[in-house]
């Protein structure tokens, strides 16, 4: 169903692609955007167990892609060195392919958003909670569930 990297002695080993997933604190998602053109968009976002998530406004461009379709990608960008002389770049990206749904359950809300501060506020987690408390009806949190992931880097960097 996805396609195989072209590239294959550029690929990244799985738990090197994930790593890559935890550390980055922004990536830009892909949906199906008005009138069939794409709509990419930078977000923060945390990764757990195979899904990724992320909050946002209840209405506008990016709910209603994916309420028009759930499947999104998502790509973030870890390394990205301009080497001027030998005209190259040396990077490491992923891009991952999923099913994006909004989550309605207070169960689930409370666990993403738990995530998203124990990734950006891990030194504020008891006043993370207040918040999550205070806003948890009125937040609206996305799950993508990751059907696909590749990583990618630079061919100079598997030579070092």
Do not use: W
Not at 27 to 36: F, M, R, S
Not at 37 to 56: D, I, R, T
Not at 81 to 104: C, E, M, P, W
Not at 129 to 149: N, R
């Amino acid at each position: 169903m996805f396609r195989p990297m072209r590239r294959k002695n550029q690929v990244l080993p799985e738990d090197e692609t994930i790593e890559i997933l935890r550390s980055c604190t922004s990536g830009v998602l892909a949906v199906a955007g008005d009138e069939d053109y794409p709509y990419a968009v930078p977000l923060s976002y945390v990764y757990e167990n195979g899904k990724l998530y992320f909050h946002c406004a209840a209405e506008g461009h990016k709910i209603d892609g994916i309420n028009r379709n759930n499947k999104v990608s998502f790509c973030v960008i870890q390394a990205d060195d301009v080497v001027q002389k030998t005209f190259t770049t040396h990077y490491k990206s992923v891009i991952v392919f999923g099913k994006a749904r909004i989550l309605n359950d207070e169960n689930d809300k409370r666990h993403a958003l738990e995530c998203l501060v124990k990734k950006y506020s891990p030194d504020f987690i008891p006043e993370g909670q207040v918040e999550i408390e205070h806003d948890l009806k009125i937040v609206c949190l996305v799950e993508i569930a990751i059907e696909h992931m590749t990583g990618k880097a630079a061919i100079e960097l598997f030579e070092k």
